[in-house]
């Protein structure tokens, strides 16, 4: 084994996939690129890692509700993009040309251009760690859509596409929850 250096062991456990969190402060709606997420419980409660340097933070505080937005491997450049941009002076979705649609339970947007969204209420922050938690209120995926790899980084500007589903439920069914 080589050694590798402390500050680089995050990208060996750099999570995905990589999301697109869109929010909306009672006048504007904006979307910011984020890849430290993470699934808490099955109810379901997700966390996600921001603070005050991503513009839709102060939404995000305010609102107490966000849209995670799950996108495919084919909008690799627009995510980047979104990432590599500030809300505070750019209208993403017209920038990036993504269409917003109306949520059923949180005023932030969906993305349509997106695999799946999940409307989102925040139930707790790590000011400390800057560790959101979302409790999931309503799910949307597109069934239709053919592209369906997910895009995860690696922390160094790099990326890994999802490839071949490999099928283990049979033996994992005692530990997955009930209708999974």
């Not at 269409?99 to 339970?105: D, V, Y």
Request: include cysteine.
């Amino acid at each position: 084994m080589k050694k590798l250096p402390l500050n680089k062991a995050f990208t060996l456990l750099e999570p995905g996939p990589v999301v697109l969190i869109t929010t909306h402060d009672g006048q504007q709606s904006n979307i910011m690129t984020i890849s430290w997420t993470m699934v808490v419980d099955f109810t379901p409660v997700f966390a996600l890692t921001t603070g005050p340097w991503n513009h839709s933070f102060a939404a995000l505080r305010k609102t107490k509700e966000c849209v995670i937005a799950i996108p495919t491997v084919d909008l690799l450049d627009k995510v980047v993009g979104i990432g590599t941009c500030s809300g505070s002076d750019t209208d993403k979705f017209a920038k990036f040309k993504l269409t917003p649609l109306k949520a059923s339970k949180v005023k932030a947007p969906l993305i349509q251009e997106c695999l799946a969204n999940i409307e989102c209420k925040v139930i707790d922050y790590n000011k400390k760690h800057g560790v959101v938690f979302l409790q999931g209120v309503a799910a949307w995926v597109d069934a239709t859509r053919k592209e369906r790899r997910l895009l995860h980084a690696v922390g160094d500007g790099t990326f890994i596409a999802d490839g071949r589903k490999l099928d283990r439920r049979k033996a994992m069914a005692s530990r997955l929850p009930a209708g999974v």
